[in-house]
């Protein structure tokens, strides 16, 4: 099987696996994850409908809005919690 097969195979594999973006509701309500570690960071933006807002976050219906990753340079590694975790800078 030729390279450009076995790259082709892999995209498509990579699209029927991946997560479908939700279209913004102006009557549902936004929730921002976010996660840190010492050398990368994640943001999710997700909405829910409101009356999902009183049980517990693993019960909601999360709709992903956007994803977001990266990953820290060598002098933002030595951040301390604090400066990692709000992004200042």
Not at 15 to 35: G, N
Not at 48 to 68: A, M, R, T
């Amino acid at each position: 099987m030729a390279d450009h097969d076995i790259a082709f195979s892999r995209v498509k594999k990579l699209v029927t696996h991946a997560v479908t973006l939700a279209y913004p509701k102006h009557d549902y309500e936004l929730c921002l994850f976010t996660d840190v570690s010492d050398f990368q960071w994640g943001i999710i933006l997700a909405q829910v409908p409101k009356k999902q807002l009183k049980v517990s976050v693993h019960d909601h219906e999360h709709g992903p809005l956007e994803f977001l990753s990266g990953s820290f340079n060598a002098t933002q590694c030595h951040w301390g919690i604090i400066e990692t975790q709000s992004g200042n800078r």
